[in-house]
């Protein structure tokens, strides 16, 4: 097993009287791909400034590569940050925004301008660098910020919400980009992000931030498949929670389950289980919704409680799967997906 | 519609504006262009004109015949060459004074004191500008008087104040201009971006870099603006220095004593600072500074 990157240990910080950060434990790997996935005030962009020494825990313990790092300035950790609204030094040019950090630490002009280019390559910026970050579209100020923050080969890059303010097409392309960047220069990456098909594209490991605590960490596909707890299940993902009487019924015994739309097969009301390992319930569909690569059907089950379900249009067309609100379909799935979740 | 429109004078306008949008400049820039080109490009026109005529020896009439001694006067006289270098001595110690004292003050305003605070502290800062000009002159001629507060609190060390004179006259100048040169720079500090101090430290900078490579670079624009008034408000000054200033004599002193026997004389001497002025804003135009104003 690779070292360890980052390790927090027992990481708290408030601000005022709410904390921000309650109690954190977490490590990250050398040269992985690491998202800290949470909603808008979970506390996972302090979690970022806490690693980036912007702020200072009130209690707990940061180590950078098995160095404690907890009481020192930004300047001291051998970490560099994408900010969210990239923070680019307007006064400089490309060039000089992507040397500075070099500049700073006294690397020959030379050396500097040539490794400077050389960043501006890897993202795609040739031949921008005289330019001022004022007259570039957002997508290239979100790569020069990249190329300035990697250019000094940090042990560590964090990135804040590096995508948030580009439109979806755009961020799509710079998602595959930047996890290509990731793989080829083999430095560890830890991402902070609200979106959830971001982190689950990206990452190799995911840690879900709730309140301004680890809700759950593990691989994308143990995020997404197997949810530690209701919020992560409904965070990640659209999810269906089942619980009480309605649980208890279907799933056999009482509890609280999710369980994934996509996972979920609409039926005609006649059709029956294929196989024993196979749960279903019938109910009235209330809203057909069309996405256009897939149907979404919201159905009131008889016993009470309501499902989502998601289908690929394969053969439909929008006409027909209109034609089926109001009507009785029978709803089936693996009985290894519906997921129970700790109460 | 069309007769109640037609009555209400205000909608007939607007319909009429509607219909020529080049009317709407027309309307709103008459009156002030009016009021700049005949009385402020006009006046400064005829003082311009006015340095080209002479006077009667006798009988101190201005004599409109065409000639350029005032101003072969002023470049070979070496009175009035001291007295424009001397100006401008002032006008620069007072600009480099305010900035010195101004960009601590305007740093505590807008990065380090709380938030809430900040408005009262501004307006603090204001304040003097609200007191006749007149009365600070005259407070600071009892602060710096023989025996006056300046000698008094300097006494202890074994000094004493500057007493009126050169000196006086740019301290003087400097406490009065000083909030128009912190004014800029609080606004510049206050709307530096954090996350740019913040991005400098992340890339290894110590906060003596940050300062020397960002902060610095992005407020010296507005400290330039600033300059502007502390510069031309100092050049055209006057009166400070005949209060404080002992015998000391500035290109405004000149003008004054000159406007009653040699007209003439005075407005080749009152274009001295016009193109002082002139030559400055042009050199802070290079900073970027005038597009902060």
């Known amino acids: 097993m690779e070292?360890?990157?980052?390790?927090?240990?027992?990481?708290?910080?408030?601000?005022?009287?709410?904390?921000a950060v309650g109690g954190v434990d977490l490590e990250i790997r050398d040269g992985e791909f690491f998202s800290l996935l949470g909603p808008s005030g979970s506390g996972k962009t302090t979690l970022l400034r806490l690693i980036a020494g912007f702020e200072t825990p009130d209690q707990g313990r940061i180590e950078l590569a098995g160095q404690e790092v907890t009481g020192l300035a930004p300047y001291e950790r051998d970490v560099h940050t994408v900010f969210q609204d990239y923070a680019?030094?307007?006064?400089?040019?490309?060039?000089?925004?992507?040397?500075?950090?070099?500049?700073?630490?006294?690397?020959?002009?030379?050396?500097?301008?040539?490794?400077?280019?050389?960043?501006l390559a890897e993202v795609r910026l040739e031949g921008y660098g005289r330019r001022r970050p004022d007259r570039l579209s957002g997508g290239?100020?979100?790569?020069?910020?990249?190329?300035?923050?990697?250019?000094?080969?940090?042990?560590v890059l964090l990135l804040d919400e590096p995508l948030g303010a580009l439109d979806l097409k755009l961020r799509q392309q710079m998602q595959v980009e930047l996890k290509a960047l990731q793989r080829e220069v083999g430095i560890t990456f830890v991402l902070v992000t609200h979106d959830q098909e971001e982190a689950l594209t990206m990452s190799d490991r995911i840690a879900v931030v709730d309140r301004g605590r680890i809700a759950q960490t593990g691989t994308p596909a143990e995020i997404y498949e197997r949810p530690a707890t209701a919020f992560v299940a409904s965070f990640v993902g659209v999810s269906n929670l089942l619980d009480g009487e309605t649980a208890h019924r279907i799933a056999g015994s009482p509890g609280t389950y999710s369980i994934r739309p996509e996972k979920i097969r609409v039926l005609t009301e006649s059709a029956g289980p294929e196989e024993p390992e196979h749960a279903t319930a019938t109910g009235t569909v209330a809203e057909v919704v069309y996405l256009g690569d897939a149907t979404r059907f919201v159905v009131d089950l008889d016993g009470g409680g309501r499902l989502t379900a998601l289908q690929q249009n394969l053969e439909t067309s929008s006409a027909e799967v209109a034609a089926y609100r109001g009507t009785r379909v029978r709803l089936r799935w693996h009985r290894r997906h519906a997921v129970r979740l700790p109460s | 519609m069309r007769t109640e429109a037609g009555r209400d004078p205000g909608r007939r306008l607007a319909a009429i504006l509607r219909r020529r949008p080049r009317l709407r400049p027309v309307l709103l820039l008459t009156a002030p262009l009016l009021w700049l080109t005949v009385l402020y490009l006009g006046s400064l026109a005829v003082l311009f004109v006015s340095a080209f005529w002479t006077t009667d020896s006798f009988t101190s009439q201005v004599v409109k015949v065409w000639t350029t001694d005032n101003f072969h006067a002023l470049l070979t006289t070496p009175v009035y060459r001291q007295v424009v270098l001397r100006s401008v001595a002032v006008a620069l110690a007072v600009t480099v004074l305010c900035v010195l004292l101004a960009f601590p003050v305007a740093f505590y305003t807008a990065r380090v004191a709380p938030p809430r605070r900040r408005p009262l502290l501004v307006a603090a800062i204001?304040?003097?500008?609200?007191?006749?000009?007149?009365?600070?002159?005259?407070?600071?001629?009892?602060?710096?008087?023989?025996g006056g507060l300046a000698d008094w609190m300097l006494a202890p060390f074994g000094l004493r104040g500057p007493g009126y004179g050169l000196p006086a006259t740019v301290l003087t100048l400097t406490y009065l201009w000083l909030p128009y040169m912190i004014l800029p720079l609080?606004?510049?500090?206050?709307?530096?971006?954090?996350?740019?101090?913040?991005?400098?430290?992340?890339?290894?900078?110590?906060?003596?870099?940050?300062?020397?490579?960002?902060?610095?670079?992005?407020?010296?624009?507005?400290?330039?603006?600033?300059?502007?008034?502390?510069?031309s408000l100092s050049l055209g000054d006057y009166i400070t220095v005949q209060i404080v200033g002992g015998k000391t004599q500035l290109i405004g002193n000149l003008v004054y004593s000159h406007i009653d026997l040699d007209l003439p004389m005075a407005a080749a001497?009152?274009?001295?600072p016009v193109a002082v002025i002139v030559l400055y804003l042009l050199a802070i135009r290079r900073t970027g500074a005038l597009d902060n104003l």
């Open chain 1, 88 to 119: 680019l030094f307007p006064h400089m040019t490309v060039e000089q925004n992507v040397a500075y950090g070099l500049r700073v630490r006294k690397v020959p002009k030379a050396e500097r301008l040539a490794r400077a280019r050389q960043a």
């Open chain 2, 186 to 231: 609080h606004t510049a500090l206050e709307q530096l971006p954090a996350g740019l101090l913040d991005a400098s430290a992340d890339l290894g900078a110590r906060p003596a870099r940050t300062f020397r490579s960002v902060v610095l670079p992005l407020v010296l624009p507005s400290a330039a603006a600033g300059s502007v008034f502390t510069f």
């Open chain 1, 3 to 19: 070292g360890i990157a980052i390790r927090l240990q027992g990481l708290w910080k408030s601000f005022g009287q709410t904390p």
């Open chain 2, 126 to 146: 204001l304040t003097p500008l609200w007191a006749s000009y007149l009365v600070k002159v005259y407070a600071w001629r009892l602060i710096l008087s023989e």
């Open chain 1, 140 to 155: 290239q100020r979100q790569r020069v910020a990249l190329a300035r923050a990697l250019v000094g080969r940090p042990r």
């Open chain 2, 269 to 272: 001497l009152g274009t001295v």
